[in-house]
């Protein structure tokens, strides 16, 4: 391992918010990861919680780590071990690697992968000594290894950062899954074009990209301008599959379904249809139509069975309730399960409406 690598130590939130965190930051063996016996036992302690994701991702780290590779290894073996090191501040430690086994199954690499995690076991924590805080005393104990191996901390958690950073800490956070600014999510893709055949490209897309093609032509001093002619298609196997949306929503519709009115409800509802699309996930904002759409995709493969029926399934935890606890609710099952059902009542409800105009 080169002397510039960078040599990680993991806070037990990283781990929490994703165990393929680890893969990220090894980053094809060019850095090296630890992490500390305080951050298995909170691991340990959380994998038995069955009802939160982070209980779920505990779970995922030792199964992904349940192999016959661990070992005990001593100081020698730790990649990379700066001179400076205080040796009596890290005399009694002792030390295990783990292999972090990944498949392709688990992650978007392109093969299998193992990742040598470095584990930091202390039984006697100076810090432990002085803290006077009612909490936040792993958080030091994990910063004090930190900073006796002259590693860089990793946490998702800012105060954490903070303190490490006045301790005179390397400390970063890493937010891979967060969106700092939605607008900044494309799910859809603009593309100019001058001909037709320029329609039949290969494009090197994931499948089912959503895809408006804007056409442009030359003015007689040969500056290119858009015509305002547009068309829309969907990415499948590299190649644009073109979507007719006024022939295919238009006079010839179901009446009996409730038509897509924009852009996003047509190809919503077209990737549902599609035959080779087997799962969908959207988002949008409340009341733009992603349970009534799906719920007339769904009628209309019912109609022409290619389904035999459509099951509704949904969460009965709220997103703002973090304990997972709305406390009772008056009512019979009936009645306490309407407050969840609502969105799908309400798009029967339309349905049915529109039916009955025609």
Same mark, same amino acid.
């Given at each position: 391992m080169a002397a510039d690598s960078k040599r990680y130590i993991l806070d037990t939130s990283v781990i929490l918010d994703d165990p393929n965190?680890?893969?990220?930051?090894?980053?094809?063996g060019t850095n090296c990861i630890y992490i500390t016996n305080i951050v298995l036992a909170e691991l340990n302690n959380k994998k038995e919680d069955i009802?939160?994701?982070a209980g779920y991702r505990a779970r995922e780290f030792f199964r992904?780590?349940?192999?016959?590779?661990?070992?005990?290894?001593t100081q020698k073996d730790l990649p990379y071990l700066p001179k400076e090191i205080n040796q009596d501040a890290i005399s009694n430690d002792r030390y295990?690697?783990?292999?972090?086994?990944? #498949?392709?199954?688990?992650?978007?690499?392109?093969? #299998?992968? #193992?990742?040598p995690l470095f584990v930091i076991y202390r039984d006697d924590y100076q810090i432990a000594k002085t803290h006077k805080e009612p909490y936040g005393l792993n958080d030091a104990k994990i910063g004090e290894v930190a900073l006796d191996?002259?590693?860089?901390?990793?946490? #998702?958690?800012?105060s954490f950062k903070i303190a490490a950073q006045v301790q005179g800490i390397p400390a970063q956070t890493l937010r891979y899954a967060q969106v700092k600014d939605p607008n900044e999510i494309n799910f859809d893709l603009e593309l100019p074009y001058e001909k037709d055949s320029d329609l039949s490209k290969q494009l090197d897309l994931e499948d089912f990209r959503q895809i408006t093609f804007k056409k442009s032509e030359k003015n007689t001093e040969g500056q290119e301008y858009e015509t305002g002619l547009t068309?829309?298609?969907?990415s499948i196997n590299n190649v644009a599959q073109m979507c007719d949306f006024d022939t295919r929503f238009g006079e010839h519709f179901d009446q009996d379904l409730v038509r897509?009115?924009?852009v996003e409800q047509k190809f919503f509802y077209t990737i549902l249809t599609h035959p080779q699309n087997y799962i969908t996930v959207v988002a949008g904002a409340t009341g733009s139509g992603k349970t009534l759409i799906a719920l007339q995709a769904g009628l209309e493969l019912v109609k022409d069975g290619i389904v035999e029926g459509i099951v509704y399934a949904r969460n009965t935890v709220t997103s703002s309730d973090q304990q997972a606890e709305l406390g009772f609710r008056k009512g019979d099952e009936g009645e306490k399960l309407g407050y969840f059902?609502?969105?799908?009542?309400?798009?029967?409800?339309y349905t049915i409406e529109q039916m009955k105009t025609h």
């Open positions: 965190n680890i893969l990220r930051l090894y980053d094809k009802r939160s994701e992904l780590s349940d192999n016959e590779d661990g070992h005990p290894i295990y690697q783990l292999t972090i086994q990944y #498949s392709q199954g688990d992650t978007s690499a392109d093969e #299998s992968t #193992s990742v191996y002259k590693l860089t901390l990793i946490t #998702s958690d800012i068309k829309h298609a969907i897509p009115i924009n059902m609502y969105p799908l009542y309400s798009a029967v409800n």
